[in-house]
Structure formats: structure tokens, C-alpha cells
């Protein structure tokens, strides 16, 4: 079992910048990839960006590419998205997701989620 926690989600100006941070933990802690997806209202839940527990493969959606870097401090059990250049179109409820399979982090089937951060950019 992975527990996942976010944090540092806010109100930001359209072309600032805001880090992201999730924390994992549990018994069963081991090897996960980790991902970031986001939802926004009457919008279905779409993939951000994820990294392999190697830091060894990233992904990232087109519509962050170049402005949001995926990173993780496996130390920490820790995963960031940081992300710069903000756009309105970015404001969403972002989700942490885990799976100790990198694909299934793509996608909603991933096995452990967390509760959310609200990102909101002011236009």
C-alpha cells in the first residue's frame, strides 16, 4: 500500500511559477513510478507528467511541455512538478499518482492517487 500526499498548490499570476511537491509512504513503499495529472471543472482527468523510479524515463503531456520539469527525490520519497510559464488554461485540481509499473502510471488506472492541491492562475 503507497499513501499519497500533495502539496503547494495556490493562486498564481498567469506567467509565474509554483512547485508542486507529493510525498509517498506506506508499508509497501517500494520502486514506484509517479505521475501528475489534473482535472479541471466539467474537464475529464488528464496525464501531466510522469517519471520512472530511476528518474531514468519522463513523459510529459504536449500541453506542458517545455514549461513544467518532473522530478523526484527518491530519498525523500518525494515527487515535484515544477511548474513555470503559467497559463489560466493550467488552472485544475492536480493529482499525485503511483504504480510500481511505469505504464500504468500514464493513464487513470494507476493504483494510488492522492487527495489533490488546487492550482489556480489568475489571468
Known amino acids: 500500500q503507497v499513501q499519497l500526499v500533495e502539496s503547494g498548490g495556490g493562486l498564481v499570476q498567469a506567467g509565474g511559477s509554483l512547485r508542486l511537491s507529493c510525498a509517498a509512504s506506506g508499508p509497501t513503499l517500494s520502486s514506484v513510478a509517479m505521475a501528475w495529472f489534473r482535472q479541471a471543472p466539467g474537464k475529464e482527468r488528464e496525464f501531466v507528467a510522469a517519471v520512472s523510479w530511476t528518474g531514468g524515463r519522463s513523459d510529459y503531456a504536449d500541453s506542458v511541455k517545455g514549461r513544467f520539469t518532473i522530478s523526484r527525490d527518491n530519498a525523500k520519497n518525494t515527487v515535484y512538478l515544477q511548474m513555470s510559464s503559467l497559463k489560466p488554461e493550467d488552472t485544475a485540481v492536480y493529482y499525485c499518482?503511483?504504480?510500481?509499473?511505469?505504464?500504468?502510471?500514464?493513464?487513470?488506472?494507476?493504483?494510488?492517487w492522492g487527495q489533490g492541491t488546487q492550482v489556480t492562475v489568475s489571468s
Open positions: 499518482a503511483a504504480d510500481r509499473i511505469y505504464l500504468r502510471v500514464l493513464g487513470t488506472n494507476a493504483g494510488y
